[in-house]
C-alpha cells in the first residue's frame, strides 16, 4: 500500500513557475515509478511526465510535447517525493495534477498506475 499526497498547486500568472509535490508513504517508494498527469474540466486525464525508479534504471525521465522545455520531474527517494517544477506556464496548463505510482514507466505512461494521489489544483491565469 502506497498513499500519495499532492501539494503545491495554486494560482499563477501565465509564464509564472509553480513546483507541485507529491510525498509517498511506504518502505518501497523507490522502485516504483512516479507519474504526473492532469485533467482539464470536460477534457479527459492526460499523461504530463514521469520518473523511473531505482530498478533498473533511476532517473530517467519522460513528457508529453506539450511540457518539454517547461517542466521538470525530479524525485527524492530518500525523502519518499517527487516533484514537478513548471516553468513559462501557459493558460492551457491549468489543471488538477496528480501523482501517480507504478511498476515501470511504459504502463504509468499509458495511466496503468498502481496508485494515485488525490490531485492539486494549478490554474493558470492570463
Known amino acids: 500500500q502506497v498513499q500519495l499526497v499532492e501539494s503545491g498547486g495554486g494560482l499563477v500568472q501565465a509564464g509564472g513557475s509553480l513546483r507541485l509535490s507529491c510525498a509517498a508513504s511506504g518502505r518501497t517508494f523507490s522502485n516504483y515509478a512516479m507519474g504526473w498527469f492532469r485533467q482539464a474540466p470536460g477534457k479527459e486525464r492526460e499523461f ?11 532517473g530517467i525521465t519522460t513528457y508529453q510535447d506539450s511540457v518539454k522545455g517547461r517542466f521538470t520531474i525530479s524525485r527524492d527517494n530518500a525523502k519518499n517525493t517527487v516533484d514537478l517544477q513548471m516553468d513559462s506556464l501557459k493558460p492551457e496548463d491549468t489543471a488538477v495534477y496528480t501523482c501517480a505510482a507504478g511498476p515501470s514507466l511504459r504502463p504509468l505512461r499509458d495511466g496503468a498506475a498502481d496508485y494515485w494521489g488525490q490531485g492539486t489544483q494549478v490554474t493558470v491565469s492570463s
Open 48 to 58: 504530463v511526465g514521469a520518473i523511473s525508479g531505482r530498478d533498473p534504471w533511476a
